[in-house]
């Protein structure tokens, strides 16, 4: 961000969710403000495309911003979309994108943005935050936790803000939650980031986001719904041995048949084996199943244990080895770490099931960030 002033602009009202929210824009990037109990930052405009003589250019930063003051978030998604094709590496448009997509309850590509967006100094704070009220929506207490403490950690820290937004309404029970708000520190002197400063009317999202997200969690807690359990997965990925530390190869996730299907395709580094998998939820057994076929001639085929208390999601299954001909008992867990990055363990049992044998272990990162082992504490 440039040294200079900040410029503030009249400050205007907009009616979102029924509530009378302050708009306040600065020139660079402004406060953060929040709409319907999503944290917004607003950019301004200075920086921007200059015209070219016959030039087509990409919507810009100001466009967004104009989209959303008139409420039309899908608008301002789709703008956002535009200006990451034509500059995948713009922050802002990441960040705006991610809020975007959370006020219209499209909140599992909103998750994938707001981890973006934590990668930038510049809007990791309320990404994190925006990321916690998006897990506790989606009804992943500890997803939420993680990120809400690194929200806080960065300076987002007043106090009403959290106990005010509804977003976080399902983790106010928790045990972790006293432990949450005595870290703030009792700290109110940030202004409250809730719309219209009146914490206890925020909404968390747009009302029919917040009555889809609310039945997910309800459906999660009573252990029944796996439905969205992988979704975490999904993205483009540099994967590196969590063992030495060393690129062991890239993995790109991507949904398919409106999120029910997700399709893998695996390249390892060094060597030319590649694999790619399908991932479908199972409606009958209230499970995920993944088939894996490896260019080596090894298939595997798991089901998700969904008995199992551990972290994401712990495929058991067995895998076809070409060498010998021979099944062997395997089994996979994934499941999401600190900084939005992925882990995933596979194991092998020759005695079914009684001693495991870890084949691999491996920290994903999403793609062209940086990674060494003492970032995991390893």
């Given at each position: 961000?440039?040294?200079?002033?900040?410029?503030?602009?009249?400050v205007r009202s907009i009616r979102s969710m029924g509530v009378a929210v302050p708009l306040c824009v600065v020139m660079g990037i402004a406060s953060g403000t929040a709409i319907g109990g999503v944290n917004l930052i607003h950019f301004g405009s200075e920086g921007e495309n200059?015209?070219?003589e016959g030039a087509v250019l990409a919507p810009t930063i100001g466009d967004v911003n104009?989209?959303?003051n008139a409420q039309d978030f899908a608008k301002a998604a789709e703008l956002c979309r535009a200006i990451l094709k034509a500059d995948?590496?713009?922050h802002q448009a990441v960040f705006l994108l991610g809020y975007n997509l959370h006020v219209q309850g499209e909140l599992d590509e909103a998750i994938l943005y707001h981890l973006r967006a934590?990668?930038?100094s510049g809007t990791a704070p309320l990404a994190y935050y925006n990321l916690g009220c998006a897990q506790a929506l989606k009804g992943n207490p500890d997803q939420a936790f993680k990120a809400l403490k690194k929200a806080a950690e960065l300076g987002v820290t007043n106090v009403a803000q959290y106990t005010g937004d509804s977003d976080l309404n399902s983790l106010k029970n928790d045990t972790r939650?006293?432990?949450?708000i005595d870290s703030l520190g009792g700290d109110n002197s940030q202004p409250a980031l809730s719309a219209g400063g009146d914490s206890s009317s925020a909404s968390a999202s747009a009302s029919s986001a917040t009555a889809s997200a609310g039945s997910k969690s309800d459906a999660s807690e009573s252990g029944q719904d796996h439905s969205e359990a992988l979704h975490f997965w999904v993205g483009d990925w540099d994967v590196y041995s969590a063992k030495t530390g060393e690129l062991a190869g890239r993995n790109s996730l991507s949904f398919r048949v409106g999120k029910h299907v997700i399709h893998e395709r695996w390249a390892s580094e060094g060597d030319s084996y590649t694999g790619e998998s399908w991932n479908h939820f199972d409606p009958y057994k209230k499970a995920w199943r993944q088939m894996w076929i490896g260019s080596g001639g090894d298939i595997s085929e798991f089901y998700q244990k969904t008995d199992s208390n551990v972290d994401g999601v712990m495929f058991i299954g067995k895998g076809y080895n070409p060498e010998n001909g021979?099944?062997?008992?395997?089994?996979?867990?994934v499941r999401e770490i600190n900084n939005g990055w992925v882990r995933?363990?596979?194991?092998?049992?020759?005695?079914?099931g009684s001693t495991w044998v870890i084949r691999y272990d491996l920290v994903y990162v999403p793609k062209g960030k940086k990674f060494d082992l003492e970032m995991m504490g390893i």
């Amino acid at each position: 961000m440039h040294a200079r002033s900040k410029v503030f602009c009249p400050v205007r009202s907009i009616r979102s969710m029924g509530v009378a929210v302050p708009l306040c824009v600065v020139m660079g990037i402004a406060s953060g403000t929040a709409i319907g109990g999503v944290n917004l930052i607003h950019f301004g405009s200075e920086g921007e495309n200059e015209m070219v003589e016959g030039a087509v250019l990409a919507p810009t930063i100001g466009d967004v911003n104009s989209a959303m003051n008139a409420q039309d978030f899908a608008k301002a998604a789709e703008l956002c979309r535009a200006i990451l094709k034509a500059d995948p590496k713009n922050h802002q448009a990441v960040f705006l994108l991610g809020y975007n997509l959370h006020v219209q309850g499209e909140l599992d590509e909103a998750i994938l943005y707001h981890l973006r967006a934590t990668g930038h100094s510049g809007t990791a704070p309320l990404a994190y935050y925006n990321l916690g009220c998006a897990q506790a929506l989606k009804g992943n207490p500890d997803q939420a936790f993680k990120a809400l403490k690194k929200a806080a950690e960065l300076g987002v820290t007043n106090v009403a803000q959290y106990t005010g937004d509804s977003d976080l309404n399902s983790l106010k029970n928790d045990t972790r939650w006293k432990k949450l708000i005595d870290s703030l520190g009792g700290d109110n002197s940030q202004p409250a980031l809730s719309a219209g400063g009146d914490s206890s009317s925020a909404s968390a999202s747009a009302s029919s986001a917040t009555a889809s997200a609310g039945s997910k969690s309800d459906a999660s807690e009573s252990g029944q719904d796996h439905s969205e359990a992988l979704h975490f997965w999904v993205g483009d990925w540099d994967v590196y041995s969590a063992k030495t530390g060393e690129l062991a190869g890239r993995n790109s996730l991507s949904f398919r048949v409106g999120k029910h299907v997700i399709h893998e395709r695996w390249a390892s580094e060094g060597d030319s084996y590649t694999g790619e998998s399908w991932n479908h939820f199972d409606p009958y057994k209230k499970a995920w199943r993944q088939m894996w076929i490896g260019s080596g001639g090894d298939i595997s085929e798991f089901y998700q244990k969904t008995d199992s208390n551990v972290d994401g999601v712990m495929f058991i299954g067995k895998g076809y080895n070409p060498e010998n001909g021979e099944y062997t008992m395997s089994k996979m867990h994934v499941r999401e770490i600190n900084n939005g990055w992925v882990r995933q363990t596979g194991s092998r049992s020759t005695d079914d099931g009684s001693t495991w044998v870890i084949r691999y272990d491996l920290v994903y990162v999403p793609k062209g960030k940086k990674f060494d082992l003492e970032m995991m504490g390893i």
